[in-house]
């Protein structure tokens, strides 16, 4: 068992939620509680998660790399996922992505060298109208991320980040 008692907790309170028959539906219930726990879902976690639902690993493996909230390798600290979909690119979610990357120093799919930010691209956020659009770490939707809020927010991430 790779995840603390808490989590196969939640898993088995998720579980609940479907019939005997198919804990397949707990899935990604399961991939995000132990993201949450671990901070990404290594192959470990993935055969893990797949023995205690008692499904296939590939099943697992699938969910895990179709999704873009479930990270299959390490990232930093707070992961910024930048929407470039035409209505965010065509309000300047290319150039607030280019910015950010200049910042930041790395690339979409880069972690910086003190694993503070890792860099994304993510697709549709929902929420076009307030373009361009980042996500940070699958849960806070920024909106109307010029360079002055884009600014702002490494700011604030970078101090909570020293306080942790």
């Known amino acids: 068992m790779l995840l603390s008692e808490l989590a ?21 219930a399961a991939l995000a509680i132990a993201q949450d726990e671990q901070g990404w879902v290594s192959i ?3 055969r893990d998660i797949a023995d205690y639902l008692q499904e296939p690993a590939i099943s697992v493996q699938e969910v895990a790399s179709f999704y873009d ?3 299959t390798k390490p ?16 309000r300047d979610g290319v ?16 972690t910086t060298a003190d694993g ?10 929902g929420s076009c109208g307030d373009a361009p659009v980042m996500l940070v770490n ?24 020293d306080s942790a």
């Open 8 to 28: 196969y907790k939640k898993i088995d309170k998720e579980l609940t939620k479907f019939p005997a028959d198919q804990k397949r539906s707990a899935i990604m």
């Open 75 to 90: 990232v930093g600290r707070y992961k910024i996922t930048v929407c470039t979909n035409l209505p965010c690119a065509l």
């Open 116 to 125: 503070l930010f890792t860099l994304t691209e993510g697709e549709c956020m």
């Open 44 to 46: 470990e976690v993935i």
């Open 69 to 71: 909230m479930f990270d």
């Open 138 to 161: 699958n849960r806070h939707m920024c909106v109307h991320m010029e360079a002055e809020r884009i600014d702002a927010m490494l700011t604030e991430l970078k101090k909570a980040g």
């Open 95 to 110: 150039k607030s992505a280019e910015y950010l990357k200049e910042k930041l120093g790395i690339g979409f799919s880069e």
